[in-house]
């Protein structure tokens, strides 16, 4: 009897907590299967490409082509893949993980998770969604400009600059929902 009233003490004690974490995993779990049966439609054994990822190749392409017009977006013939050319020189390839959907996801699932009201979570998961693939697509452009000038430094530029770029902005915009626009935080004015 004691240990259940504990339960139900820590439950009730915890109750924001356990709610956000249930929601946040919920609409994780869902969508990260729904993206997965996505991919499952194209063979990889073929080097097929899903079209989301196609989308940000040829997305990366358009932008860089606003500097110069020497960039192209070809699917690679070996692998599963899209390479990005600057001056026909092969400075990077788009697979399906840059393409920022399990990111978008994962942005999602923790809005979702602060969310109060159904309105304002939608426009804001919406409008993050959009920004991330936005800053994608020219994170993508500006790593394949700087592969080129700067190849001894493709570990430092891939592996942490970039992605601290990408992480940063979702950090930026999960504090921007949980303090200005989630409802979670209490406002308080001064006198």
């Not at 493709?154 to 979702?170: A, D, K, N, Q």
């Amino acid at each position: 009897m004691l240990k259940i009233y504990i339960l139900e003490n820590t439950i009730s004690q915890y109750k924001p907590f356990f709610t956000f974490l249930i929601k946040f995993l919920l609409f994780y779990v869902v969508f990260a299967f729904v993206y997965k049966m996505y991919l499952e439609q194209y063979d990889v054994e073929k080097n097929e490409v899903d079209c989301f990822t196609e989308v940000v190749a040829h997305q990366t392409k358009q932008f860089m082509l606003l500097f110069t017009d020497a960039a192209q977006s070809i699917k690679h013939s070996e692998e599963p893949s899209l390479k990005i050319l600057f001056k026909e020189k092969y400075v990077a390839r788009v697979i399906e993980g840059c393409n920022a959907v399990s990111v978008m996801i994962l942005f999602a699932a923790f809005v979702f998770a602060f969310s109060t009201q159904w309105k304002k979570t939608l426009l804001f998961i919406v409008f993050g969604v959009v920004l991330i693939h936005v800053l994608n697509v020219i994170r993508i452009a500006l790593l394949s400009f700087a592969l080129y000038y700067y190849p001894k430094y493709e570990e430092l530029l891939h592996g942490t600059i970039f992605p601290l770029f990408i992480y940063g902005v979702v950090f930026i915009l999960w504090i921007l929902w949980v303090t200005k626009f989630s409802g979670y935080v209490k406002r308080t004015t001064t006198k």
